[in-house]
């Protein structure tokens, strides 16, 4: 009963429990730093009344958002002067909370793949997620099973367990 309060605390839908990243949510020197965790529950939450397809699609926003909670450091160039600096993280974020709709959202998984370093990819889903769609056709054709499939994938192909603190720390001069 504890290891299931446990892994409720974060709130991630119980439909995301296979994903690798929530392995990874509340380890340490992830690039998030000390930043809190989203709130998955408001996150993912629809309507009474909400479609299975609206259901799916708050649940992508879930996975999205955890996907980028557990990144190592390392994996993205969080400094001041990289391109996932904090601001902008934090503007990915927001925009990750209000899309309303999987073009919206498509954006931001396409911006978070750009950003994670391909050496934080495993080479064999690196393979098979350049069989995806390119990126403007993923947005031209961007659905909910579109969406689900390429953040599942994103997910599969991180390795959340390896983290170089060296690799975008700012050089001293000497």
């Not at 991630?12 to 990243?21: E, G, Y």
């Not at 690039?31 to 397809?53: I, K, Y």
């Not at 690196?126 to 997910?155: M, Q």
């Given at each position: 009963m504890l290891d299931d309060f446990a892994s409720s605390r974060d709130?991630?839908?119980?439909?995301?429990?296979?994903?690798?990243?929530?392995a990874f949510l509340r380890a340490r020197d992830r690039?998030?730093?000390?930043?809190?965790?989203?709130?998955?529950?408001?996150?993912?939450?629809?309507?009474?009344?909400?479609?299975?397809?609206?259901k799916i699609f708050g649940t992508m926003k879930a996975a999205l958002l955890a996907i980028e909670a557990a990144l190592p450091i390392g994996s993205v160039h969080h400094t001041e002067k990289g391109a996932w600096r904090p601001d902008f993280a934090e503007q990915w974020r927001l925009m990750v909370q209000q899309s309303?709709?999987?073009?919206?959202?498509?954006?931001c998984v396409i911006l978070l793949e750009d950003t994670i370093s391909e050496d934080w990819i495993i080479p064999e889903?690196?393979?098979?997620?350049?069989?995806?769609?390119?990126?403007?056709?993923?947005?031209?054709?961007?659905?909910?099973?579109?969406?689900?499939?390429?953040?599942?994938?994103?997910?599969?192909?991180i390795l959340y367990d390896h983290v170089d603190k060296k690799r975008y720390k700012s050089k001293s001069k000497k």
């Open positions: 709130g991630l839908p119980s439909a995301l429990d296979h994903m690798r990243a929530k690039a998030r730093g000390s930043l809190p965790l989203p709130d998955f529950a408001v996150v993912s939450q629809t309507g009474t009344f909400a479609t299975a397809e609206e309303t709709g999987p073009w919206n959202l498509m954006r889903i690196g393979h098979l997620r350049s069989c995806l769609p390119s990126r403007w056709k993923a947005l031209d054709e961007a659905s909910t099973s579109s969406l689900a499939i390429r953040i599942i994938l994103l997910d599969r192909g």
